[in-house]
């Protein structure tokens, strides 16, 4: 089975950044676009940055600009870079392919706060 595993959230105040790693069991990003979602209280999730196998990656308008979606084949790992952080982009996150496996892992609560 692969399994997907989110870290790298935590609290943090307007304007700063985080990096979220999503670590897979084994190597499946040569076959699989993978992308990042999140889901705030209340709202339906979304899906925030995609990479696909070939290194192009989409990002939502809302993040533009602000994340950057990468991976490192060699780690099984990828990895969302936050910056110019908003109390809007609360939520928690999670990784999966896209279009996702019907389950879903744990994810990592992203906090912006003062």
């Known amino acids: 089975q692969v399994q997907l595993v989110e870290s790298g959230g935590g609290l943090v105040q307007p304007g700063g950044s985080l990096r979220l790693s999503c670590a897979a069991s084994?190597?499946?990003?040569?076959?699989?676009?993978m992308g990042w979602y999140r889901q705030a209280p209340g709202k339906q999730r979304e899906l925030v940055a995609v990479i696909a196998p070939g290194i192009s990656t989409n990002y939502a308008d809302s993040v533009k600009g602000r994340f950057t979606i990468s991976r490192d084949n060699a780690k099984n790992t990828v990895y969302l870079q936050m910056n110019s952080l908003k109390p809007e982009d609360t939520a928690v996150y999670y990784c999966?392919?896209?279009?996702?496996?019907?389950?879903w892992g744990q994810g990592t609560q992203v906090t912006v706060s003062s």
């Open positions: 084994t190597n499946i990003f040569s076959f699989y676009a």
């Open positions: 999966n392919k896209n279009p996702p496996w019907v389950s």
